[in-house]
């Protein structure tokens, strides 16, 4: 399959779904808040590579396996975006893997 992590296109780029790797070790933490810390520090290194900051989100959508894990999730969404306060959704749905808990896409404008 075609794959990148991000993609810049002029002033835009698209962040592809991360999950809670962390791909230093390439563990994967048990619990959804890790696992999300996890997403925004390898989406936050992404962004920079690309020019980007997190100030730079407009748009995040958050897929989660399960509804009763979003409470443990929202503290570690307010500590990364509540001052960005992007536009986002949150799916209910499956991802590929069993251990994985949450995956975060985003989208980042410098306009």
């Known amino acids: 399959m075609g794959y990148s992590r991000a993609v810049v296109k002029g002033e835009w780029c698209f962040v592809s779904g991360v999950t809670g790797y962390d791909y ?11 696992q ?5 520090a390898t989406i936050e290194g992404v962004l920079d590579q690309a020019g980007f900051t997190m100030a730079d989100i407009v748009r995040v959508q958050y897929t989660v396996t399960d509804a009763a894990l979003v409470d443990a999730l929202v503290p570690v969404l307010g500590a990364a975006l509540a001052d960005i306060r992007p536009a986002a959704t949150m799916v209910i749905a499956g991802l590929i893997r069993p251990e994985m808990k949450v995956e975060i896409e985003v989208t980042a404008f410098k306009g």
């Open 24 to 34: 230093a070790t390439m563990t994967m933490p048990e619990g959804i808040a890790d």
């Open 36 to 40: 999300g810390r996890n997403c925004f």
